[in-house]
């Protein structure tokens, strides 16, 4: 393949006709999904949900959107972990504000299907997808770690994050979206005590998300690589849809440029690249290829 790309969408009543004709001849469905997802399910990083929830760290300290805030140096553990537990429980514990994961869902859950995605927020599971056929490459917000590691083992964070953003006066309604008491602002730091240390050396517990060479891929990480290895491998003559939503170029060579090589190499393979300003597929593949600008979405609502 050359990677020269083309641009050259369908317009959204004749993608979307394409791509459910495509749905219905496939024999299975991988999907591949990035942040653009999350964004169209309502997760947002900046805007109302920011100052909603970081309005006072944003004050102190000038970034102006979760994910800026996510790399600063917090002078105190306590303060590290009073951001990094707000950040954690909108983004994992709450549910998405818009039902797109369950409309893709609703899209392949009678078919054969596997899903790769870069996103770490669990929406899928929490949609109905089985967690047996879900590659999360990235990691998981749900997940502690130690920042060194001594160890190769991830740790289960729900209960001390709870615990971290009712120690700093947050509610969580019956919705479990966060607020405060009235006239209350949020404290800044969570006790000593709920700082996470790792059980085995002592050391600071991290987030199990891929930043360096320190990531760790634990036996879950690998059991789920493997599954996706032997779908692929088993699936290869059949016809498979590649149906990716939403992916950007932070990392495009875990599943947009896969995708492109599968398609392109597997006889009966086709594409599918479902994104809001980016859609487009190379020239090697374009006869295998639909391509659809808009919001996921709505492009899901349409289908």
Same mark, same amino acid.
């Given at each position: 393949m050359t990677g020269q790309e083309i641009c050259k969408p369908f317009d959204m009543e004749e993608g979307v006709r394409k791509l459910r004709e495509a749905l219905d001849r496939s024999d299975a469905v991988v999907i591949g999904a990035g942040a653009g997802l999350s964004a169209s399910a309502g997760f947002e990083y900046t805007g109302e949900r920011f100052d909603r929830y970081f309005r006072d760290f944003a004050r102190k300290y000038h970034f102006r959107d979760m994910y800026s805030g996510g790399f600063h140096a917090f002078e105190a553990p306590e303060e590290h972990w009073a951001y990094w537990s707000r950040y954690i429980y909108i983004n994992r514990?709450?549910? &998405?504000? #818009?039902?797109?994961?369950? #409309?893709?869902?609703?899209? $392949? #859950?009678? #078919?054969?299907?596997? $899903?790769l995605t870069t996103n770490v927020d669990h929406c899928f599971q929490k949609a109905g997808f089985d967690k047996r056929r879900l590659f999360y490459t990235q990691g998981d917000y749900g997940l502690f770690q130690c920042s060194r590691p001594c160890h190769l083992k991830n740790y289960d964070n729900e209960a001390v994050v709870r615990e971290m953003v009712k120690a700093q006066g947050f509610v969580a309604d019956a919705g479990k979206a966060l607020a405060?008491? &009235?006239?209350?602002?949020?404290e800044m730091a969570v006790p000593p005590g709920l700082v996470p240390y790792c059980p085995v050396c002592g050391g600071p517990m991290g987030m199990n998300l891929r930043a360096d060479h320190t990531f760790v891929e634990d036996e879950g990480w690998h059991g789920a690589s493997k599954r996706y290895t032997e779908f692929l491998r088993s699936r290869q003559k059949r016809k498979v849809l590649f149906l990716?939503?939403?992916?950007?170029? *932070?990392?495009?060579?875990?599943?947009?440029?896969?995708?492109?090589?599968? &398609?392109?190499?597997?006889? *009966?393979a086709g594409y599918v690249c479902l994104n809001n300003g980016e859609a487009y597929a190379p020239e090697e593949i374009k006869g295998k290829a639909i391509c659809i600008n808009g919001d996921v979405g709505e492009i899901l609502n349409r289908l």
């Amino acid at each position: 393949m050359t990677g020269q790309e083309i641009c050259k969408p369908f317009d959204m009543e004749e993608g979307v006709r394409k791509l459910r004709e495509a749905l219905d001849r496939s024999d299975a469905v991988v999907i591949g999904a990035g942040a653009g997802l999350s964004a169209s399910a309502g997760f947002e990083y900046t805007g109302e949900r920011f100052d909603r929830y970081f309005r006072d760290f944003a004050r102190k300290y000038h970034f102006r959107d979760m994910y800026s805030g996510g790399f600063h140096a917090f002078e105190a553990p306590e303060e590290h972990w009073a951001y990094w537990s707000r950040y954690i429980y909108i983004n994992r514990y709450m549910d &998405a504000p #818009k039902p797109v994961y369950h #409309k893709l869902f609703d899209l $392949v #859950k009678g #078919k054969d299907y596997f $899903v790769l995605t870069t996103n770490v927020d669990h929406c899928f599971q929490k949609a109905g997808f089985d967690k047996r056929r879900l590659f999360y490459t990235q990691g998981d917000y749900g997940l502690f770690q130690c920042s060194r590691p001594c160890h190769l083992k991830n740790y289960d964070n729900e209960a001390v994050v709870r615990e971290m953003v009712k120690a700093q006066g947050f509610v969580a309604d019956a919705g479990k979206a966060l607020a405060l008491p &009235a006239g209350r602002e949020p404290e800044m730091a969570v006790p000593p005590g709920l700082v996470p240390y790792c059980p085995v050396c002592g050391g600071p517990m991290g987030m199990n998300l891929r930043a360096d060479h320190t990531f760790v891929e634990d036996e879950g990480w690998h059991g789920a690589s493997k599954r996706y290895t032997e779908f692929l491998r088993s699936r290869q003559k059949r016809k498979v849809l590649f149906l990716e939503a939403a992916v950007g170029y *932070n990392t495009p060579a875990i599943i947009k440029y896969s995708f492109w090589h599968m &398609a392109y190499q597997w006889e *009966n393979a086709g594409y599918v690249c479902l994104n809001n300003g980016e859609a487009y597929a190379p020239e090697e593949i374009k006869g295998k290829a639909i391509c659809i600008n808009g919001d996921v979405g709505e492009i899901l609502n349409r289908l």
